[in-house]
Structures are given as structure tokens and as C-alpha cells.
């Protein structure tokens, strides 16, 4: 497909949460329990005829929402850049609302610490845990670090599992942090920090000089703030064009 580089679209073809390719763009069908489909790419940002196979697509698949970006579990961009105001009215013009907005935070990973000691290096996700316990968009993208030696995973006194810190979940060629969760039992206790310190020490092991953390609520910033040099902040708008239906969208 033309402008994606060969290695990003093998790695979206590819499981956990592979995305089809229809036309011009890269879709994302609903999760099982889920009515939400996702336009992970267009081609061509101004392409109605590839919109309306993907939507097509979508509603076979049962969907009743269609959200631009994403999935969480194997995505190319979080949402929207706000600063693209063409796309934006153009997928307004044709029915997408937002639904809020969050950033992606483009950092400098190292600051000559290494945590990454303190942690156990996963060679497998604890997919189970992470999907009980956080999300199941979240296991996977663990399930994709853990593929890279990009998983961390913390473990309290008696050796339960009580967090994990993932990169290269997506974009593994880039430098692309997270996810990251704590069990609430463990958090005020640092161990949230060491673990992304001890992602980002690994991705600035790697050579990586810039490093992407997505899906970034507005409240959460500062916390990467305190971690790393915070370069730039890009705006994602959250887009969803309701697609009709007598279910509720649930569900990632």
C-alpha cells in the first residue's frame, strides 16, 4: 500500500488483532462482545469510495460504530491529529463526531538510570492477568512486546504479579512506548514509575533518541513529565460515525 512502509504494514497484518486491508485503507473489525469497527488508515484521506467499502465492511461485521484510528491492540495512529483541520471536516462532512481527545507524547527516553534490573523480562504476556485486570487490547499489545523482549513485569513479596510496563507493542521500528497498569493494591509505592523508567531505559538502549508514548489522558501528562523530556505534545481526536443498530457500543 502506497505511503506505509513495508515492515508497519506487516506488523498490522499481523496477530494478536491483525488488520484487513480493503481498497485503500487498513480496517479493524469488532472484538468478540464488541459492536465497534475501526478505520485504522486511509490511503487517501479524502477517499469516499474507500470509506464506504470499509463502512460496508463494518456493518457486515455487525458493527454500530465505526471509530477512526485505532484499535487499541494493534494501531498506526490514536486518533486524529487535530491539527489536520481538511480530514477533520472532511469525516465530519461525512457523519463523525468526536468523542474526546487525548495526546500522544513524543519523549527522549534515556536519562542515563536503568531500572530495568528491578523487573522480571517477560518472554511471554501474562495475557490472562492483563486482560482481567486492565484490558484485553492490552494483553495483546503485551503479547506483541513480549514478541520484541520489550515486556516488564513486576511482582510483589509473595510473587503475584502486580503491574507491567510493555513497548514495541506497535510500531515496534519506531520506539513506541506502552501500555502500562498497576493493580491499585500496589500503586503510591513507585514501582508505576520504575516500570516505565525501565521501558524507557530499554528503548533508549536500542538507539531509540525519540520515543512515542500514545493515548496520553490530559490528567496523565504530567506523569511522563516527571519520568522524561517531554519534546512534543500532539492533540488525537477521538472520531466515531454512528452506524445504526439496536445495540450499544461496548467494548474496545
Not at 188 to 197: D, I, Q, W
Amino acid at each position: 500500500m502506497r505511503g506505509l512502509a513495508d515492515v508497519l504494514l506487516t506488523e498490522k497484518l499481523a496477530a494478536p488483532r491483525a488488520l484487513s486491508v480493503i481498497e485503500g485503507a487498513l480496517y479493524g473489525p469488532p472484538l468478540p462482545g464488541s459492536r465497534r469497527a475501526w478505520l485504522a488508515w486511509l490511503e487517501a484521506p479524502s477517499d469516499a469510495g474507500v470509506l464506504d467499502a470499509v463502512i460496508a465492511r463494518a456493518k457486515g461485521d455487525g458493527a454500530t460504530s465505526l471509530t477512526y484510528g485505532g484499535p487499541p491492540g494493534n494501531y498506526l495512529v490514536s486518533g486524529l491529529d487535530a491539527r489536520d483541520r481538511g480530514s477533520l471536516a472532511w469525516l465530519t462532512e461525512r457523519g463523525f463526531r468526536e468523542h474526546g481527545r487525548h495526546f500522544d507524547l513524543v519523549c527522549e527516553p534515556g536519562d542515563g538510570s536503568d531500572a530495568r534490573a528491578k523487573f522480571e523480562r517477560a518472554t511471554e504476556a501474562p495475557f490472562a492477568w492483563i486482560a482481567e485486570n486492565f484490558a484485553t487490547a492490552w494483553a495483546m499489545e503485551a503479547t506483541r512486546a513480549a514478541s520484541h523482549d520489550g515486556l516488564f513485569l513486576a511482582r510483589d513479596e509473595g510473587g503475584s504479579l502486580v503491574g507491567f510496563a510493555a513497548h514495541s507493542g506497535n510500531r515496534a521500528a519506531e520506539g513506541t512506548f506502552g501500555p502500562i497498569g498497576v493493580l491499585g493494591s500496589a500503586r503510591g509505592t513507585g514501582v508505576g514509575s520504575l516500570l516505565a523508567r525501565a521501558a524507557f531505559d530499554d528503548l533508549a538502549d536500542r538507539g531509540f533518541r525519540s520515543v512515542t508514548v500514545p493515548w496520553v489522558e490530559a490528567r496523565t501528562v504530567a506523569f511522563y513529565e516527571r519520568l522524561v523530556q517531554v519534546r512534543e505534545r500532539i492533540e488525537r481526536v477521538e472520531l466515531r460515525l454512528d452506524l445504526g443498530g439496536a445495540h450499544p457500543v461496548r467494548g474496545l
